[in-house]
C-alpha cells in the first residue's frame, strides 16, 4: 500500500483551523472526526494525536493505525473533502479492528463512507491465520 501523497496531506496548520471552523464534527469514543467540502478533486486527510494519547510510541501506532485503516477505505470515501480525524486517549487501548469499525462508523454516520462493509471482513480475513492440517506433515 502506498503513502499518503503531500497532495492527500492537510498540511498547514491553517487548513487543520479551516476543517474545525467550517466543517462539521462527529464524536465517538476513541475518534472525532471533522471535515468540509474542498474545491479539489480529491480529499484530503489530517491526523490529530496529542500527549493524551500516550508516549510516543502508542501516539505513533494509534497514526498510523488510523492511515491504514483511512488508506484501505479511500476508494469508498466520498471526494472534495478535508477530514481531520483526532484521536482521543481511548484510542490508545484500541485494537486495529475495533479502529477500523469506528472509523467506518463515523464516516458513514457523516455520509462519506458508501461502503458496504467488505473493507472491514477484507481486513479480518487477512489478519486471520492460516490453518494447517496436522496430517500434512512439515516440508
Do not use: C
Not at 471535515?35 to 496529542?50: C, D, K, M, T
Not at 483511512?70 to 486517549?89: F, G, L, N, R
Amino acid at each position: 500500500m502506498s503513502r499518503f501523497g503531500r497532495a492527500l496531506r492537510l498540511r498547514s496548520p491553517a487548513d487543520f483551523a479551516a476543517v474545525r471552523a467550517q466543517g462539521r464534527t462527529l464524536h465517538f469514543p476513541s475518534l472525532a472526526l471533522g471535515w468540509r467540502a474542498i474545491e479539489l478533486p480529491h480529499n484530503q486527510y489530517g491526523f490529530v494525536v496529542g500527549k493524551r494519547v500516550g508516549k510516543a510510541v502508542t501516539r505513533n501506532l494509534v497514526k498510523r493505525r488510523l492511515r491504514a485503516i483511512i488508506q484501505q477505505m479511500q476508494p469508498e470515501i466520498a471526494t472534495s473533502h478535508a477530514i481531520v480525524i483526532t484521536a482521543k486517549p481511548a484510542a490508545a487501548g484500541r485494537t486495529f479492528a475495533e479502529l477500523q469499525s469506528e472509523v467506518q462508523q463515523a464516516l458513514t454516520r457523516a455520509k462519506l463512507w458508501s461502503g458496504s462493509g467488505k473493507t472491514n471482513q477484507a481486513a479480518s480475513q487477512a489478519q486471520a491465520p492460516i490453518a494447517r492440517d496436522p496430517s500434512e506433515g512439515s516440508a
